[in-house]
């Protein structure tokens, strides 16, 4: 009843609390759902079609490395669709050197 109303990173917080809210929210069947939230965002681009709106949410909002878990992943890579903790972007991130 009040999962229309709250916004992406809500949502996505929600998701974790339980296995039972987990399975309801990450499910196809409530991609309406991410998708409302995530319109409600303004100036947010739309989600790629190569990842979920849950995938996108998390990309964007949350602050854990896709990688290992930690918190406080601040490098994201937007077209390999990827957030890394400082540790993991630097053993995982290819560096160019000149």
């Not at 809500?10 to 309801?24: E, M």
């Not at 499910?27 to 759902?33: G, M, P, T, V």
């Not at 319109?39 to 949350?62: H, K, M, N, Q, V």
């Not at 957030?83 to 995982?92: A, V």
Request: net charge positive.
């Amino acid at each position: 009843e009040i999962a229309p109303l709250l916004r992406p990173v809500d949502l996505l917080q929600v998701s974790r609390t339980n296995k039972i809210l987990r399975v309801a929210l990450l499910s196809r069947s409530n991609r309406r759902l991410w998708s409302a939230a995530l319109t409600r965002i303004p100036d947010l681009p739309p989600c790629p079609d190569d990842i979920s709106e849950p995938c996108y949410t998390a990309l964007i909002f949350d602050s854990y490395c896709f990688h290992c878990g930690a918190d406080q992943a601040y490098s994201v890579d937007y077209f390999l669709r990827v957030r890394l903790c400082s540790t993991c972007y630097s053993i995982r991130s290819v560096h160019r050197c000149m």
